[in-house]
């Protein structure tokens, strides 16, 4: 277990966070992400590093963080199924889509199982900006379809990955031991994402990759009017 998980500073999420703000935002800016825990070229991958005021929004609302956390599994498991009914034509497509869709599923129990050891109620929360912000985006035709699908597939799993290991080092024990093992999952959907992305698109697909990472970020790094698991900061 990483030293700065256990060390007194961190702040249980299970808690109420009651110092001011600005001190929130200094402590995080201290504390590390668990960077070491991230596939290689991740970082490079995303266009920005998710705002320190995220973080702080996160750690004020573990409620909402987790509650928009299971409805982000079960989405994710939702569009991989809907790959599965279009494509029956790709075998690795269907392949991978459906060992994701699988630990989609498993994710979400396990958040469920988690909130309702913590007494958090599931109730039905609006989407965040950010998956429509970016499929808003998706070209009209195949194969490019496809390919912006699975390019934003992989956007939307390195940036949980990301935010994962950026919150652990505030979580307590049993919670950052359940997001070190989600970073392990979701880097490898953000792998199998980018490889079926390239693997089917005719062509290269760094342009469009760029394309992406910019919308990506820009959502990322602008306000944003409620948190949620892929807001920007708060505005
Ligand atoms: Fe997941
Ligand atoms: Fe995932």
């Not at 320190?52 to 996160?58: G, I, M, S």
């Not at 469009?208 to 949620?228: S, Y």
Request: aromatic share 8%; proline share 8%; net charge negative.
């Amino acid at each position: 277990m990483p030293e700065t998980i256990s060390k007194p500073s961190s702040k249980p999420i299970s808690e109420p966070i009651s110092e001011p703000i600005s001190e929130t935002i200094l402590e995080i800016g201290e504390a590390p992400s668990d960077e070491a825990l991230l596939p290689p070229d991740m970082l490079d991958f995303l266009a920005c590093a998710t705002p320190d005021a995220w973080v702080a929004w996160a750690l004020e609302n573990p409620e909402l963080l987790l509650i928009d956390h299971a409805q982000c599994e079960k989405k994710a498991a939702s569009t991989a199924m809907s790959l599965l009914y279009r494509y029956v034509h790709e075998p690795l497509l269907l392949t991978k889509m459906s060992q994701l869709a699988r630990e989609e599923l498993l994710h979400f129990e396990q958040v469920v199982k988690l909130m309702e050891s913590r007494g958090i109620v599931y109730r039905h929360l609006s989407a965040s900006r950010y998956a429509e912000g970016l499929r808003r985006h998706v070209s009209s035709q195949d194969p490019a379809r496809l390919v912006d699908i699975l390019i934003i597939g992989a956007y939307i799993e390195a940036r949980s990955c990301e935010r994962f290991a950026r919150l652990i080092p505030h979580l307590d024990p049993e919670l950052a031991k359940f997001y070190r093992s989600l970073v392990k999952s979701e880097g490898r959907h953000y792998e199998d994402y980018l490889m079926l992305a390239r693997h089917l698109a005719p062509g290269p697909i760094d342009d469009r990759v760029a394309f992406f990472a910019e919308r990506e970020a820009e959502l990322i790094a602008t306000p944003d009017k409620a948190f949620r698991f892929h807001s920007g900061v708060p505005g």
